[in-house]
């Protein structure tokens, strides 16, 4: 089984892990494992430390006494016997002698190790190690100024180790550095770490949010995992070394964090803690904030490692490595521009001007006459002399005769001057230079583009930043109207239910009083119906009175309940008729109404005799038979209170889980935008750079196509002609 599973596989609960380890000789198979001592709690349950995918135990082995950290497993993580596999192998293969300091544990991947109900599970069986957390060490030692700096660099020295092994922990954070008794560190909680042969996998979670860049992803898997968690933290050592007031200043007791958060790594601008360290006056401490600042906003795979801020080692007695300037107390001396010298190269610079390429030139005179050149400069006198004997002998038209040979010359002189490579050279100059800009966008124009494309940005995120708050407010206003009124409909079926149950009492004794009102009325009918009235007749009620009466369905006192008077009209005289017990009402022929009277005088002192010795209390077998409905009664109803309240919890509980889907959702979506206008942002500074070069160059060009103007105007027909006779 163990990770083989398919990733539907559904892991036990913390809880259920510690059920189960309440017997470790049967759920284990282990040697060191079976029938080992779990820690317990107060309650005698064991001891668990849970986190988001496992929970941990402190078991102690029965066979070797050997304490060990068993970690089980609370959900699926792909590929997890293959990544422990990995990584198990990557940490056996380095020399301690090699490293800083002991900071690699052991551990054991088992595959089937556990059995939880009718399944067996993998945990991890790894080396206990007798530490305190990180941020547990700081509320001790913070005001120890040069232990805390010792602890920053065997920081640094570990992180020099794992970048030199090509290993990355994935989740560097207070609770997963462990400080020994002799300060140095232990690396606990392997689940996320990445070694090379684990390369091309994505990872399996993304680390504590207080110490990890806002640009780290889920395919962000490699051995950059660990730069800028690693750069914070060391960030808070130095900081806490270089002034212990920081710890209480900036730190909450049992917070998640030393002295950044989340918060301070997305909205720098506004937060206490990173704006204390920038304007801290030690300039390391400022240096080192600046330096996180902006690493907070670049992709994992160009941030720089920690190394860089400890250029100059030197290995201590203990095997602690430390800078020149550390051992100085002092921070390293800024280079030129005033960055600390580790900085240089990590801090965005100014971007050189543009190189210009190569400039197109072209000449601005004529430099050696060739034959037509001179045969050019020998026509024009002959022109002259010829124009000349023209106009003196009259052999023309006076205007045209001289024009013909001079345009003649003007135009072969125009020839001459075309067929000059340097007007070649200046046309081809030209027409380059002016294709070169043409091909270029107008500088003008692409920045109040970039500007406009940069403000609707900037509009939608700011609009984006402010409806994110409005929308998860939302939701939680939703949530808490759902368990208003969850709460509303619960109280009300309690209160209903309660209402039952209190009254059950009233309910009792009217059942009570009930029954025994049935039971004397019972005793009291049986009784009559034992008087027969043939037996003891009434006084004036022969037998032959009672044999009509019976005849009429009276036979005893139980059969009637007392009489009517009636009007007897053929006679003139009142007569009467008897009740019979269901309210039917019967004449008897001879029962007048002096002995009905008689008869029913007769039936009351039957009922009161009856009464009179009826019972006054009811059996104990009845009286528990009806306090045993009640008390069935009372069950029902405490039983339908509490699934009252079962379904309340229930209802919460899907309340809470659809707000925090959508809370999720809301913040998945926020961090895709977000990710989207740093990667926008991120191609708004290209262009802006690109653009600063393309108006350089723009300039360039146009400072050329300009020059190459003013070099074709020296290479006029004028000059040509200066040329042809003065040889410039």
Known sequence: MGSASGPQRQFPSGGDYAEALQHTHLCFRHPELKGARPELTKLGLPRAISGAFASVFSLTSATSGQRYAVKCFTR???DQERRYQAISSRLAQ????????????GFEYLPDAISVGKERYPVLKMEWCEAVTLSSWLDDNHADRFAVGRLADRFEALTRDLAEHQIAHGDLQHGNLLVASDDTLRLVDYDGMYVPALAGLNGTERGHRNYQSPL?????????????SAWVIFLSLKAIAADPALWSRLHEPKGEFLLLTEEDFKSPSGSTGLQTLLSHPDRMVSGLADQVRSLAFQPLDVLPPLAAAVPEQRTTATGTRQTAASRAGTAPAPAAGGLPEWMTGHVTQPAAPPSAGMVVTSPDSFRVRMPLDVFTAVLWPLVFAATALIVVAGLSAPLIGPVVPVAAAVVFTAFARGRRVERAQARAALAQLTKELAGLEDPVKAAERLRKERAKLDAAEAKRIADHP???????????????????????KQRDLDKKIDGLAEELRRALSKALADKQSAFVRNQLSRCLIAQSPPSGIGQKLAARLAAAGIRTAADFKGYRSVQNTNFNSTGAVLVLDNGR??????IGEAKAIALDAWRTERVASAKARQPTTLSVTERQSIEQGIDHRRSQLTTQRK???????????KARKELEEAQERLSRENTRAGDRARQQRQEFSRRAVELQQNSALHATLSDSLEAAKRRQRGLSYGSYLRFLYLGH
């Open 94 to 105: 380095l020399d301690p002698a090699e490293l800083s300091q002991p900071w690699a544990l």
């Open 216 to 228: 780290r992803g889920n395919d962000d898997f490699g051995d950059n995992l660990d730069r800028f």
């Open 585 to 590: 009402l019967v004449g008897v022929h001879g």
């Open 76 to 78: 699926h993580v792909p």
């Open 643 to 653: 699934a009252v309240e079962s379904d309340a919890s229930s209802s919460r509980a």
């Open 470 to 492: 409005r929308a998860q407010d939302k939701v939680k206003a939703r949530y808490h109207a759902q368990l208003k009124e969850i709460e509303k409909r619960r109280v009300r």
